[in-house]
């Protein structure tokens, strides 16, 4: 055995393996300052987008274990330059999905800058562009976009699991951490506060107003519902549910209208036909079943046939219920066309004539492409962050992982929490937008959902409504969007007190 020499032996410091040391996340915010010219002021604003790190208080066996880094949220921020921003009213808005970034209300509707998306009659092409907003909330609020964990660029950290918020109440309270947060770091508890949802994004709102509520004394001044949804057993078509096939009715026979299916008959006209059949006959004709006699059920045919329009014998076959995609694929079947699930205006070509469910809803796919490319170019290039993830916009993963089990059991909802925030903050206002042409959530099953609220008759006035001719983001409509920017501007300030 030859001799060992002890230095041979030794190991050098720089050999030695190094221990990896977990890098702990921190806010990665970046501020920016711009100025908007509007048409009778300029708004010197300061904008603020990055991502919040969001932590919980972990405790074992009643032992704490430290306020540790769960996500990072991603967040944009409006704040006008040179106001008592201490009472200045703050909107905090999200999109819905689940699964939706907040980047269609942020730059189809809210925002000071804008996407061109184009429309129906004026689709824009590729590369696309952005603008100034004229219309911009801003002018009367200041904003907070918010993109719920796996949308945007929000994320959990490493070695966390992301479908820990991917369910009603995990996310209900992580906004309302984000929330929290960034009131108390910018000192806005005495500023009157908003919420803005769209879609599902309602949903999250109105439970959201109790939870801040009841968990952090935060009450809200306002709910701003867009294309409203409180009671998801109002639109999913499942087994033993018929409410649906009648809550859709005015929504189809609007978009059939459209397509000009209800010849030279004015809207309303032929709107409050299908209101009135959709509230008395047709639940009626449901609930029967085979009670039903010949001659009440050809009736019922005929009328459902002509309101919709669609042909008797589909209406016959398909037994009085008519599931909304199929109603998309069936509508313009004979001219080779569906027409689009988030906006009835909007048709595509349909390769296969015999399908049930379109294969492309047009009102997404014409107008993704913009707000995707919009919002990629405006935070580097206009708001100076960078970060090499891609920014999910619509992750249909997130949609079908969500949890409901929150509700098991029972329809998915939060119209109680909705009243017992309205009953427990009687200042508490609710606006709701309506578009005619939505068929993602219809109109008349949110009018369904809020004339049943539980709340006293004293506070149904702070309940306003607005309906716009188009579809779920009623935005996209040029003459929509304007008008929608002064109705909400209007309740912001008649709900701030000002």
Same mark, same amino acid.
């Given at each position: 055995?030859?001799?060992?020499?002890?230095?041979?032996?030794?190991?050098?410091?720089?050999?030695?393996?190094?221990?990896?040391?977990?890098?702990?996340?921190?806010?990665?915010?970046?501020?920016?300052?711009?100025?908007?010219?509007?048409?009778?002021?300029?708004?010197?604003?300061?904008?603020?987008?990055?991502?919040?790190?969001?932590?919980?208080?972990?405790?074992?066996?009643?032992?704490?274990?430290?306020?540790?880094?769960?996500?990072?949220?991603?967040?944009?921020?409006?704040?006008?330059?040179?106001?008592?921003?201490?009472?200045?009213?703050?909107?905090?808005?999200?999109?819905?999905?689940?699964?939706?970034?907040?980047?269609?209300?942020?730059?189809?509707?809210?925002?000071?800058?804008?996407?061109?998306?184009?429309?129906?009659?004026?689709?824009?092409?590729?590369?696309?562009?952005?603008?100034?907003?004229?219309?911009?909330?801003?002018?009367?609020?200041?904003?907070?976009?918010?993109?719920?964990?796996?949308?945007?660029?929000?994320?959990?950290?490493?070695?966390?699991?992301?479908?820990?918020?991917?369910?009603?109440?995990?996310?209900?309270?992580?906004?309302?951490?984000?929330?929290?947060?960034?009131?108390?770091?910018?000192?806005?508890?005495?500023?009157?506060?908003?919420?803005?949802?769209?879609?599902?994004?309602?949903?999250?709102? #109105?439970? !959201? @107003? $109790?939870?801040?509520?009841?968990?952090?004394?935060?009450?809200?001044?306002?709910? +701003?519902? &867009?294309?409203? /949804?409180?009671?998801?057993?109002?639109?999913?078509?499942?087994?033993?549910?018929?409410?649906?096939?009648?809550?859709?009715?005015?929504?189809?026979?609007?978009?059939?209208?459209?397509?000009?299916?209800?010849?030279?008959?004015?809207?309303?006209?032929?709107?409050?036909?299908?209101?009135?059949?959709?509230?008395?006959?047709?639940?009626?004709?449901?609930?029967?079943?085979?009670?039903?006699?010949?001659?009440?059920?050809?009736?019922?045919? #005929?009328? !459902? @046939? $002509?309101?919709?329009?669609?042909?008797?014998?589909?209406?016959?076959?398909?037994? +009085?219920? &008519?599931?909304? /995609?199929?109603?998309?694929?069936?509508?313009?079947?004979?001219?080779?066309?569906?027409?689009?699930?988030?906006?009835?205006?909007?048709?595509?070509?349909?390769?296969?004539?015999?399908?049930?469910?379109?294969?492309?809803?047009?009102?997404?796919?014409?107008?993704?492409?913009?707000?995707?490319?919009?919002?990629?170019?405006?935070?580097?290039?206009?708001?100076?962050?960078?970060?090499?993830?891609?920014?999910?916009?619509?992750?249909?993963?997130?949609?079908? @992982?969500?949890?409901?089990?929150?509700?098991?059991?029972?329809?998915?909802?939060?119209?109680?929490?909705?009243?017992?925030?309205?009953?427990?903050?009687?200042?508490?206002?609710?606006?709701?937008?309506?578009?005619?042409?939505?068929?993602?959530?219809?109109?008349?099953?949110?009018?369904?959902?809020?004339?049943?609220?539980?709340?006293?008759?004293?506070?149904?006035?702070?309940?306003?409504?607005?309906?716009?001719?188009?579809?779920?983001?009623?935005?996209?409509?040029?003459?929509?969007?304007?008008?929608?920017?002064?109705?909400?501007?209007?309740?912001?300030?008649?709900?701030?007190?000002?």
């Amino acid at each position: 055995m030859p001799d060992t020499n002890p230095d041979e032996t030794a190991t050098d410091e720089k050999d030695t393996p190094s221990v990896e040391t977990k890098v702990e996340p921190t806010d990665d915010l970046v501020t920016t300052k711009h100025t908007l010219t509007l048409k009778r002021r300029k708004l010197a604003y300061t904008a603020q987008t990055g991502r919040l790190v969001l932590r919980k208080e972990v405790v074992t066996d009643g032992k704490s274990e430290g306020h540790q880094a769960k996500a990072e949220v991603f967040v944009t921020s409006y704040t006008l330059d040179d106001t008592e921003s201490g009472t200045r009213p703050v909107t905090f808005a999200f999109n819905g999905g689940p699964g939706s970034a907040s980047v269609w209300l942020h730059m189809g509707l809210l925002g000071p800058r804008r996407v061109l998306s184009g429309d129906v009659d004026d689709p824009v092409a590729p590369p696309y562009g952005l603008t100034d907003n004229q219309e911009t909330l801003l002018a009367h609020s200041d904003l907070v976009f918010i993109d719920p964990v796996s949308t945007g660029y929000s994320r959990a950290v490493d070695g966390e699991k992301a479908k820990e918020y991917h369910g009603f109440t995990a996310d209900i309270e992580s906004i309302g951490e984000v929330i929290r947060l960034w009131v108390s770091r910018e000192q806005r508890w005495l500023s009157p506060k908003f919420l803005a949802g769209e879609s599902y994004g309602t949903l999250r709102a #109105a439970g !959201l @107003a $109790s939870h801040l509520q009841e968990r952090h004394g935060m009450y809200l001044n306002g709910l +701003l519902l &867009i294309s409203s /949804v409180l009671d998801l057993g109002t639109l999913r078509f499942t087994e033993g549910n018929d409410l649906p096939y009648s809550l859709y009715v005015p929504t189809y026979a609007a978009i059939a209208h459209y397509h000009g299916l209800h010849g030279d008959r004015p809207l309303d006209d032929v709107l409050a036909d299908a209101e009135d059949f959709a509230a008395k006959e047709l639940p009626w004709a449901l609930a029967r079943g085979a009670r039903l006699s010949t001659q009440d059920r050809a009736e019922a045919v #005929a009328t !459902l @046939a $002509s309101l919709t329009g669609l042909s008797e014998s589909y209406v016959d076959r398909v037994n +009085l219920r &008519i599931e909304h /995609v199929r109603y998309f694929t069936e509508l313009l079947r004979d001219k080779g066309l569906t027409v689009g699930r988030m906006d009835g205006r909007f048709t595509t070509w349909e390769p296969d004539g015999g399908r049930e469910h379109m294969s492309d809803d047009p009102s997404i796919s014409r107008i993704i492409g913009a707000y995707t490319g919009g919002l990629n170019h405006y935070v580097r290039a206009e708001l100076g962050y960078e970060n090499d993830l891609p920014y999910e916009i619509l992750s249909t993963d997130v949609f079908k @992982a969500w949890s409901y089990s929150d509700f098991e059991g029972r329809s998915v909802s939060s119209v109680d929490s909705l009243a017992s925030a309205m009953r427990a903050n009687p200042h508490l206002r609710v606006h709701v937008a309506f578009g005619h042409y939505d068929g993602a959530t219809p109109y008349f099953a949110s009018e369904h959902v809020l004339a049943r609220l539980q709340i006293p008759e004293e506070l149904r006035e702070n309940i306003d409504t607005a309906y716009y001719p188009a579809g779920h983001m009623m935005y996209v409509h040029e003459e929509s969007r304007v008008r929608q920017a002064k109705d909400l501007a209007k309740f912001i300030k008649a709900a701030s007190g000002k």
